[in-house]
Structure formats: structure tokens, C-alpha cells
């Protein structure tokens, strides 16, 4: 998952990302909308993985961005944990995974509950947040603890379904 993708000016294109990918010796490359979500084959563990794609994209395409890899298995684990599931199913595009590397803090998930102004609600999960947004992300105020990527409902379960090669 890369942080902050064709937002504010930081373009890429996806098939693009995919060719460093593979140059650099990934395999079976593939990419999921256009806001850098990528499904690749790699032996690596994920602190390694991160720093590689790191600079894979940074000398591939020139761009400086924080990846977070999360493995089929743990996008399996992050969907069976969502303590909103039936949010989920009526609403999955306002429920969204904020990835991580280190957990939130007491003192930060204070101050997110303080700026839940239109009625978010944010759990801890294993390497993620699971933020609840009844109005919409587009109204929200939320202050996100820590350096992190978040993804949409729909987004993570189709996440998960590629990394099981579904």
C-alpha cells in the first residue's frame, strides 16, 4: 500500500509501477484502482519489503513514498477483526483500514476521539485502525495518529482477494 498516490500532484501510473516492479524482480505484479494499492510475489519479510519498494519506486518512477506491506494472510486477519461488520455491509466505501507500522498510542487515539466531530468512531486493530465514517471521510476532521495509508472497505477486501489470488 503506498502512501499519498495520485493525490496532490504525486502521480503515478499504475502500469508503470508494475514495470519497476517486475524490473526489479517481483513477480506477478498487479495493481488495483489507481491510488497504489500493489499485489506482488516477493520472499521478502515486510521491513525489508518496505525499504526495497521504497527505493524501487523512488529510482523507477522518482518518487519518494512510505509503503506498508501487509501479506494475504494478515488482509485476511484485518477483515475477520473488523468490529464493524455490519457497518460494513451497508456502508463499505465510509468504512475505512488506516495501515500502520506501530500501534496508536493512548494519547493519540484521545486526541483522534476529540476531533470525531461528525461521529466517527476508530478501533485499534492489529497494525491498522478501523474508522468508522457515518457521514463520509469527505466531512471528516479526524486527526489520524502516526504516519499512516488508509483504504476504503470495498478497497481491502478486494485486497485480500487478489493476494489469494482470487
Same mark, same amino acid.
Given at each position: ?6 493525490? #496532490?500532484?504525486? $502521480? ?12 526489479? #524482480? ?14 506482488? #510475489? ?71 476521539? $476529540? ?16 474508522? $468508522? ?14 504516519? #499512516? ?18
Amino acid at each position: 500500500l503506498l502512501r499519498g498516490v495520485n493525490l #496532490g500532484g504525486r $502521480k503515478v501510473v499504475m502500469s508503470e509501477l508494475r514495470a519497476v516492479c517486475e524490473r526489479a #524482480g517481483f513477480t506477478e505484479a498487479e495493481t488495483l484502482i489507481a491510488s497504489g494499492n500493489l499485489v506482488l #510475489g516477493a520472499k521478502l519479510k515486510a521491513e525489508k519489503l518496505e525499504a526495497k519498494l521504497e527505493a524501487v519506486i523512488l529510482d523507477g518512477l522518482g518518487l519518494k513514498t512510505d509503503v506498508y506491506v501487509r501479506t494475504g494472510a494478515e488482509l485476511d486477519a484485518i477483515l475477520a477483526a473488523n468490529p464493524f461488520k455490519a457497518f460494513a455491509k451497508t456502508n463499505p466505501n465510509c468504512l475505512g483500514v488506516y495501515f500502520m507500522r506501530a500501534k496508536a498510542t493512548a494519547v493519540e487515539m484521545e486526541a483522534l476521539e $476529540k476531533t470525531a466531530l461528525t461521529g466517527e468512531e476508530a478501533v485499534q486493530g492489529k497494525g491498522c485502525l478501523y474508522i $468508522k465514517f457515518p457521514k463520509g471521510q469527505g466531512v471528516s476532521k479526524l486527526k489520524l495518529p502516526k504516519l #499512516g495509508t488508509a483504504r476504503n472497505w470495498n478497497t481491502v477486501t478486494k485486497l485480500a482477494a487478489m493476494a489469494r489470488a482470487e
